[in-house]
Each structure stands twice: as C-alpha cells, then as structure tokens.
T-cell receptor
C-alpha cells in the first residue's frame, strides 16, 4: 500500500523558534499533499493543500505567513511553523493523494510541543 | 459550511458482535466518502471508501451509502478488541480532493 512518512515524529521547542516538519511519499508520487492539525479529543482540521511546484492553498483562518508550506518535489512537502507559541502545540499530520481519485493516505504525524 | 456529523459515542459492543457506526453530511455536492480508524496517539488509517449508493464490502467491514438521505455507515462484523479505536467519517466534494472530517466515534469492543 501507499506509505507516507513524517519527520520528526515529535519535537519540543522553545517559544519563538521555528520548526520544520517533513512529509514524504515513499512508494508513489503525490501531486497533492495535505496538512492537518489535530488538538486533543478533536477531529482533524485541514490547514492547507499543497501542490507540487505551486503555492499552497490555505484554509480560512490559517495564517500562511506562520505556517510555511513548500512542495518542492512529487515526494516531499514541508511545513514550517514559524515563531512557534504554546498555542501551536498540536499533532500535525500530513496526507498524500494517490493516483486513485480522492484516496488519501496519512503520515504517522508529528507531535509538536512549544514550551 | 460543509459538515460531517458523527455520534461521538462511546459505542461499546461485546467481542464477536456487529458494530454499527453512522455518519451524516450536509453538502449534497459530496461525492466520495471515507472511513478511517484512528488509534489513540496515532494518525488515521484508511479502512475503506465508497462512491456509489448501496453497500460495499471488504472483509469484516461493510460501508453503506445513501445519497438521498445524506447518510453513510460502517458495519464491523465479528468485532475484535483490536477494533477498539476512534472511527472517523470523511466526505470529499471531489473537485479539490479536500476531506471534511467528522469528530469521530469512539468504539470499544469488550472481550
């Protein structure tokens, strides 16, 4: 099956620093990747849609200057949380769309804790 | 506002029973529907998807879709303790491939 990896799996950082999270599709090319955020006991909230070679499309209420997304290749998308604050602490999950329309496979997630 | 509604549960069933999970959606433009399983602290895992009205079976799982009623369900036969997890229903409009998730139903299968 389609495998998506994320790195790192968890990160602890100080307030005001930036954190980069990588999302890779390991055995397929993903023209579209998605970034989600999940707070405890909440569902997944889509943050942005990332298309290879173009600017990401952000959902309403998501600050594009704070959450920088780069989709440099068909197998790699990165999310950078800039000037992180404690309220940014969350579980960040990426997904990648396979060739089959609408099937999305999720990475294992990155747990971010901002002190 | 596109919404996907699920009963948060918890839904508790004995081992070997049938677990029935339900989901409704608000956007009639939704074309594809997905069921994901999420264990605590882990990311979602795709169980199955359904596009057409009716039933779709995959092993112990059966998804049912009724577009007229805007209703999707998932049946899990012969439930096992390892099926204990939160089940997320998601709908996609199709043109942009974005998924709208429900809040999930917590299922507990008791040995």
């Amino acid at each position: 099956g389609a495998v998506v990896s994320q790195h790192p799996s968890w990160v602890i950082c100080k307030s005001g620093t930036s954190v980069k999270i990588e999302c890779r599709s390991l055995d397929f090319q993903a023209t579209t990747m998605f970034w989600y955020r999940q707070f405890p006991k909440q569902s997944l909230m889509l943050m942005a849609t990332s298309n290879e070679g173009s600017k990401a499309t952000y959902e309403q209420g998501v600050e594009k200057d704070k959450f920088l997304i780069n989709h440099a290749s068909l197998t790699l998308s990165t999310l950078t949380v800039t000037s992180a604050h404690p309220e940014d602490s969350s579980f960040y999950i990426c997904s990648a769309r396979t060739g089959t329309p609408n099937e999305q496979f999720f990475g294992p997630g990155t747990r971010l804790t901002v002190l | 506002q596109k919404e996907v509604e699920q009963n948060s549960g918890p839904l508790s069933v004995p081992e070997g029973a049938i677990a029935s999970l339900n989901c409704t959606y608000s956007d009639r433009g939704s074309q594809s529907f997905f069921w994901y399983r999420q264990y605590s602290g882990k990311s979602p895992e795709l169980i199955m998807f359904i596009y057409s009205n009716g039933d779709k079976e995959d092993g112990r799982f059966t998804a049912q879709l009724n577009k007229a009623s805007q209703y999707v369900s998932l049946l899990i036969r012969d439930s096992q303790p390892s099926d204990s997890a939160t089940y997320l229903c998601a709908a996609s409009e199709g043109s942009n491939y974005k998924l709208t998730f429900g809040k999930g139903t917590l299922l507990t299968v008791n040995p």
